[in-house]
């Protein structure tokens, strides 16, 4: 597919921009005029205002969504601990989960499929940093179920946005905001808080998950790129507001909460949202959108230039996650290496594949569904059988990628690995070093002396 076809049709009906004032009404007249809280809203709704940063939080940061429903979110049984000894995602919980801080190179077999798990329970964490109870840092998710979650089932993380990028298979995801329809080479956000209920209309489904403890992903700066270029605001969508009617049925509201699994029952649908208006939303992205920028004299240039989303730290400039891509996309620097440099790091990178191959690695080891990790300054760069070709490849113009689409979580954080990571998944590739790099031959010649 060449990278300007890009996908249109889908089932469901979007509200378009990124971190836009939307706001979306199931039925005309839904929505209050002026006032959010109103002594009482239209058609005998509930005001509930859902805050995606602090009250105080700066204008140009603060997020919040206006939400008109049938009952309040808060009309549920307490919360009860599910599956306490087996589902955890926080490395501070011990002693169920070990977290390893290890320098070498991990390169990852393709993760298998699971069609034996829904959503909820279909989340692995890989790796990670920080702590979602101090909201600073990040984790690292593999994901692949196999079933629709419960009919009368929903969940929400606590812990963190949900970046979705999505290897294997569709997800179609009723969310209170609207349904959103996730397909092969998009990505789907869903901030920390926002409650959903996950379908596979195409069959069992895999990808990767960055959960983000801290902030919220942003577009990334575009300097002298001007104003137009990489991921375009205007191909960001959001769900417009439906909402089914349903206060008979027992709900069970699943919970991620400080990395554990908690569960509360209501006697009423959580996707009872009738109009919702505000800046904090869930929103899904077509890779194939992005408006790819590169060299077009010589030498290699860093992968901002591929960033699709960042989320900073309090050091401007210094991300605690950018999701960067790697597009397919035409290579015509002259005298050039043109694959990535050998390198070493202050951040760290874990790498996924959605499918192809990526550049950087053509001796057959980084798969889709695989994945890697070049922890903070661990030396990594092309496998030697890409330097070979590289070093010697005719430079005309070339086309990279096609077909292709990597992706890298890079974090100014070290990002420890779990032992499900580590051991237990038993994908990790024990020559991925030998392989890669330890058979590049030294080709040092030296001058003759005049
Ligand atoms: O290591 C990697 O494969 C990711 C990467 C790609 C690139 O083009 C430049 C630097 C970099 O870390
Ligand atoms: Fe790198």
Redesign the pocket.
């Known amino acids: 597919m060449p990278s300007t076809q890009f996908a249109r049709e889908d089932a469901y009906r979007y509200l378009n921009g990124f971190n836009c004032y939307h706001e979306s009404e199931a039925i005309e007249g839904a929505l209050p005029l002026g006032a959010n809280s109103p002594q009482k809203p239209p058609y005998g709704l509930y005001a509930e205002k859902l805050s995606g940063t602090a009250f105080t939080a700066p204008r140009h940061e603060n997020q919040q969504t206006w939400l008109y429903r049938i009952l309040p979110s808060c009309g549920h049984s307490n919360f009860e601990p599910r599956e306490s000894s087996t589902y955890n995602t926080n490395p501070e919980n011990k002693p169920y989960e070990k977290i390893h801080h290890i320098p070498n190179q991990l390169r990852w077999d393709p993760f298998d499929l699971d069609e034996t798990v829904d959503w909820v329970h279909s989340l692995h964490l890989v790796a990670g940093a920080g702590n979602p109870t101090m909201k600073s840092g990040l984790g690292i998710y593999i994901f692949a179920a196999g079933k629709d979650m419960d009919a009368h089932e929903a969940f929400y993380s606590a812990d963190g946005d949900f970046l979705i990028v999505l290897q294997h298979g569709v997800l179609d995801i009723q969310t209170e905001f609207g349904h959103i329809l996730v397909r092969p080479n998009e990505i789907c956000v869903i901030p920390r808080g926002i409650k959903y209920r996950v379908t596979l209309p195409d069959g069992p489904v895999r990808g990767y998950i960055l959960e983000l403890y801290q902030g919220h992903f942003q577009l990334p700066e575009l300097g002298p790129i001007g104003s137009n270029g990489l991921a375009n605001a205007r191909d960001f969508q959001a769900p417009v507001a439906s909402f089914e009617e349903d206060t008979s049925s027992e709900w069970h509201i699943l919970c991620k909460f400080a990395g554990h699994l908690f569960s509360a029952r209501q006697q009423h649908t959580p996707f009872d949202v009738v109009a919702w208006h505000g800046n904090y939303y869930p929103y899904k992205y077509d890779l194939g959108r992005f408006n790819t920028i590169g060299s077009i004299s010589y030498d290699?240039p860093?992968?901002s230039i591929f960033t699709v989303l960042t989320a900073q730290s309090d050091h401007p400039g210094t991300a605690v996650a950018d999701f960067v891509i790697?597009p397919p996309r035409w290579l015509v620097a002259e005298d050039t290496f043109r694959p990535?440099?050998y390198?070493r790091?202050t951040m760290s990178?874990f790498?996924g594949l959605i499918h192809g191959q990526?550049d950087?690695k053509t001796g057959g080891g980084f798969q889709p569904a695989g994945a890697s990790l070049?922890n903070v300054m661990s030396g990594?760069?092309p496998d030697a059988t890409t330097h070979e070709k590289a070093s010697n490849a005719e430079l005309k113009p070339a086309k990279v990628g096609e077909g292709s689409m990597a992706f890298?979580f890079e974090s100014c954080l070290m990002v420890g690995v779990t032992d499900w990571g580590l051991k237990k998944c038993k994908k990790v590739q024990e020559g991925y070093n030998k392989e890669s790099w330890e058979v590049l031959k030294p080709r040092f010649q030296r001058p003759e002396k005049k």
Request: net charge negative.
């Open positions: 290699h860093d992968p790697f990535p440099w390198h790091n990178e790498m990526y950087a070049h990594h760069g890298m």
